[in-house]
């Protein structure tokens, strides 16, 4: 997760942070259930979705882990995310990991207005000084 999240560390992450997902079928109900309600189309994409990762990593000779968020300085409970999902794919024989992982953020009224429009006439008097 270092690597994926320059800059933020993993280091300290304690096992019990992580979870052994039973079965593929239960991980693909969990994103798919997630990603249905916010990508549009995305039973549209989803087979091919699942057939890119089978490709890369055999998801029938994988070990699934669920990485859970809520510890201290993770990018998935910074301010702005309504949820998240981090799942690790480990195929031993292959000796591959595939992580995969997705974080939907709120999106912002302010983001789109103008320093103006956001501080109205607070703004308009500092630049007249």
């Given at each position: 997760?270092?690597?994926?999240?320059?800059?933020?560390d993993f280091s300290?992450?304690?096992?019990?942070?992580?979870s052994l997902v039973?079965d593929?079928?239960t991980?693909t109900?969990?994103?798919?259930s997630q990603l249905?309600a916010t990508?549009?189309?995305?039973y549209e994409i989803?087979r091919?979705l699942?057939?890119e990762?089978?490709?890369?990593?055999k998801?029938?000779?994988?070990?699934?882990?669920?990485y859970?968020?809520?510890?201290t300085?993770d990018?998935?409970?910074e301010?702005?995310?309504?949820?998240?999902?981090?799942?690790?794919?480990?195929?031993k024989?292959?000796k591959?990991?595939l992580?995969m992982?997705?974080?939907a953020?709120r999106?912002d009224?302010a983001?789109?207005l103008?320093?103006?429009?956001i501080?109205?006439d607070?703004c308009?008097?500092?630049s007249?000084?």
């Amino acid at each position: 997760m270092n690597a994926s999240f320059q800059d933020y560390d993993f280091s300290n992450t304690k096992s019990d942070a992580f979870s052994l997902v039973p079965d593929f079928e239960t991980l693909t109900k969990l994103v798919d259930s997630q990603l249905s309600a916010t990508v549009t189309n995305y039973y549209e994409i989803k087979r091919a979705l699942w057939a890119e990762v089978d490709k890369v990593i055999k998801i029938n000779e994988c070990k699934l882990y669920s990485y859970r968020t809520g510890y201290t300085g993770d990018p998935f409970g910074e301010d702005g995310v309504m949820w998240s999902f981090t799942y690790f794919f480990h195929n031993k024989s292959l000796k591959r990991i595939l992580f995969m992982s997705c974080r939907a953020f709120r999106a912002d009224p302010a983001q789109n207005l103008s320093a103006e429009q956001i501080w109205g006439d607070s703004c308009k008097k500092s630049s007249l000084e």
